[in-house]
C-alpha cells in the first residue's frame, strides 16, 4: 500500500513539474541551467578518462568540442558564424572575446579554432572532473597578474582565448577591458582576433529568468598586428578593439531590435547603434561573412 502511495505521489510530482516546466518560465529557466551544468559535470566525468590516456594536451580540446555541441540542439539555439575565414592561418595569435554567460562555452566550440586554449582563472582547476578535463585539455590556468605560461603556449605555436572583460556581463555594452590579453599580444609580437558574440537577449536572460530557443551570431573580426608596438602602446590598442568590439555588438543588437519589430509591427521603435570599427592597424574595414 505504502509503495502504491509512493509511486502515485512521485507520478504527481512528475506531472506538477511538467506542467511548472511548461507554463512557468522561472521553473523553466532553472531547470534548464541545471541541465546545461549537468551536462558539462556528465561529460567532464566521462570523458576525462579517455582524455587522460593521452595525457595534458590541447589535442583533447576536440573532446570538449564534441561534448558541447549538442547543447546547441537540445536548447534549440541555432548558431551563425561569420568571419571564420580570418582564423585560417598558421601563426600564433590572441583571440579575445565579449563574455556573457555560461552559454558562451557554446559559442565558443563553435568557432574557436584548432590548436586554441582559453586562459581561465586559476579557481576552476578546483572544480572537480571539470577542473580536471580542462587541465587535461591543455587550458592555461593563470594568475591574473602573470602571463608567463601564456607566453610559453604562443612560444609553442599555439593560440590562447581571452574573455577581457574578466567576468560575465549581461549589459547592453562591454565592460572596460582588462590589459592582460593586449600586453600578451604585444610581448609575443602576436596578432589578436577579436571576436563578437551577438546578445542573448532575446532568448536568454538571468536577470529576467528567461531560457527560450533563439540565434546567436558570432562575428571574427579581421586581425589586429602587433607586430612594433611596445607596452607603451596597450592603452590605446586596448581601446582601440574594444571600441571595434562594441560597435559591432552595438549593429548587432540593432539588428535583433529590428527583426523584433518585422515579427511585431506594434512594438515600438528604438534608436540604432552608430558603426564603425576602424582601427589603423586592422587587415580590412570589415569583417567577412560565411554562414
Known amino acids: 500500500m505504502e509503495a502504491v502511495l509512493l509511486q502515485g505521489l512521485l507520478l504527481l510530482l512528475f506531472f506538477v513539474a511538467l506542467l511548472l516546466y511548461q507554463h512557468n518560465a522561472t521553473f523553466n529557466y532553472f531547470c534548464k541551467v541545471a541541465f ?25 580540446m ?9 547543447l546547441k540542439h ?20 590572441v583571440i579575445v ?39 587535461l ?9 602573470k602571463r608567463g605560461d601564456a607566453i610559453d603556449v604562443i612560444s609553442q605555436t599555439l593560440r590562447v582565448l581571452i574573455f577581457p572583460e574578466g567576468t ?13 590579453a593586449f600586453h600578451l599580444a604585444v610581448q609575443a609580437q602576436v596578432p589578436i582576433f577579436p571576436i563578437v558574440i551577438s546578445p542573448y537577449w532575446d532568448f536568454f536572460s538571468s536577470k529576467d529568468k528567461k531560457f527560450t530557443s533563439g540565434t546567436c551570431t558570432i562575428q571574427v573580426l579581421p586581425k589586429i598586428e602587433t607586430h612594433g608596438l611596445s607596452p607603451k602602446d596597450v592603452p590605446e590598442l586596448t581601446e582601440t578593439i574594444r571600441k571595434a568590439m562594441v560597435d559591432v555588438f552595438s549593429e548587432m543588437a540593432a539588428n535583433q531590435r529590428g527583426d523584433q519589430r518585422a515579427e511585431h509591427p506594434l512594438l515600438p521603435c528604438s534608436t540604432g547603434a552608430t558603426k564603425g570599427t576602424g582601427s589603423p592597424r586592422h587587415k580590412g574595414d570589415t569583417a567577412g561573412t560565411s554562414d
Open 137 to 145: 585539455s591543455g587550458i592555461i590556468f593563470i594568475d591574473r597578474h
Open 36 to 60: 546545461f551544468n549537468c551536462w558539462v559535470v556528465a561529460m567532464a566525468t566521462l570523458l576525462s578518462p579517455l582524455a587522460a590516456l593521452r595525457g595534458r594536451s590541447v589535442e583533447n
Open 168 to 180: 560575465r556581463n549581461q549589459d547592453k555594452s562591454m565592460l572596460p577591458f582588462k590589459r592582460g
Open 97 to 135: 572575446c565579449n563574455h556573457q554567460a555560461s552559454l558562451d562555452l557554446m559559442g565558443m566550440v563553435e568557432v574557436i579554432p584548432d590548436r586554441c586554449v582559453p586562459i581561465a582563472k586559476k579557481e576552476l582547476i578546483y572544480m572537480g572532473t571539470v577542473g580536471w578535463a580542462c587541465w
Open 62 to 70: 576536440k573532446l570538449l568540442r564534441a561534448a558541447i555541441r549538442p
Open 74 to 93: 537540445l536548447y534549440g539555439i541555432k548558431m551563425q558564424v561569420r568571419g571564420s575565414e580570418h582564423l585560417n592561418t598558421e601563426e600564433p595569435y
